[in-house]
């Protein structure tokens, strides 16, 4: 799911797996999303395919590069749910 509550916008899409490659794409549609920004705040778990290395798999290297410096990821806490309790 793809979010940005102050604006009313939800985007969800329901996959048959949650590979590196889909996770890439989601990447890529967050940033067609916002041509002109030059830095997107991305906030997401800690599932393996959530990294960096996701894009260079899905994409040609420039192309990657491109998104990497465009995406900034910022990790919730792995033991979250601990903390709430």
Do not use: W
Request: hydrophobic fraction near 40%.
């Amino acid at each position: 799911m793809i979010c940005e509550p102050k604006q009313g916008f939800r985007h969800v899409e329901i996959t048959d797996r949650r590979t590196k490659v889909e996770f890439a794409q989601s990447m890529k549609q967050i940033a067609d999303l916002y041509p002109a920004a030059s830095v997107i705040r991305v906030v997401l778990d800690n599932l393996n395919t959530h990294k960096v290395a996701s894009l260079y798999q899905a994409f040609p290297a420039e192309q990657a590069r491109n998104l990497a410096r465009r995406l900034e990821f910022h990790y919730t806490p792995k033991h979250g749910r601990q903390l709430a309790e």
